[in-house]
């Protein structure tokens, strides 16, 4: 499967493609998670989705950048196979994708929260994980393990977090023991 992406990769080389996949917003795609996360925190109304975004992309990124990818430790498939790189190389190992994991674990959240830019996060996150293959920096298996790794870590988010944060901090109990939404 690894030698699959890697051989669509290189069928599809262009320099247009390059500018594409090679762009600031791709290699700063963390960033602007983050960013957007910033921003949600600050508009009312979406504070909770907020919350739950960064409790996923921290929780994702402790997992798959600080744990998964020492412990597997698998070498980048431009150092294993002497591959050109557009952008700067990263020094981590290779498995899962952080960029494809984060991603997917902010759209995750988009995605079982219901929320109505659902899929204009998950087209993100694909474009996203797609340009890693392009660049030669991950194989496909490293993009599908980070997919994984993002969605469930958001499903779990949602479902534990969010319900705990509807129940307890959203709601508080008035003197008859009814929830009365803050």
Excluded at 100 to 117: K, P
Excluded at 140 to 161: E, K
């Amino acid at each position: 499967m690894d030698t699959l992406g890697m051989e669509a990769a290189k069928l599809m080389n262009s320099k247009a493609l390059d500018v594409f996949f090679g762009n600031p917003v791709i290699v700063y795609a963390l960033y602007i998670l983050i960013a957007v996360t910033a921003v949600l925190l600050i508009l009312r109304g979406t504070r909770k989705t907020a919350v739950l975004v960064a409790i996923s992309f921290l929780i994702t990124w402790i997992s798959g950048e600080q744990i998964l990818k020492n412990v597997i430790g698998r070498v980048r498939p431009f150092i294993e196979y002497g591959l050109t790189v557009i952008i700067k190389r990263p020094e981590s190992y290779s498995f899962p994708s952080g960029h494809a994991a984060m991603s997917f674990a902010v759209a995750g959240v988009f995605l079982f929260t219901g929320h109505r830019y659902r899929k204009t996060f998950l087209a993100f996150a694909v474009y996203v994980s797609i340009s890693r293959v392009y660049l030669n920096v991950h194989y496909l298996t490293d993009i599908l393990g980070g997919v994984l790794l993002g969605l469930s870590v958001s499903y779990m988010t949602v479902r534990w977090i969010g319900r705990w944060l509807q129940d307890k901090v959203y709601y508080r109990r008035s003197k008859g023991n009814q929830r009365i939404k803050t």
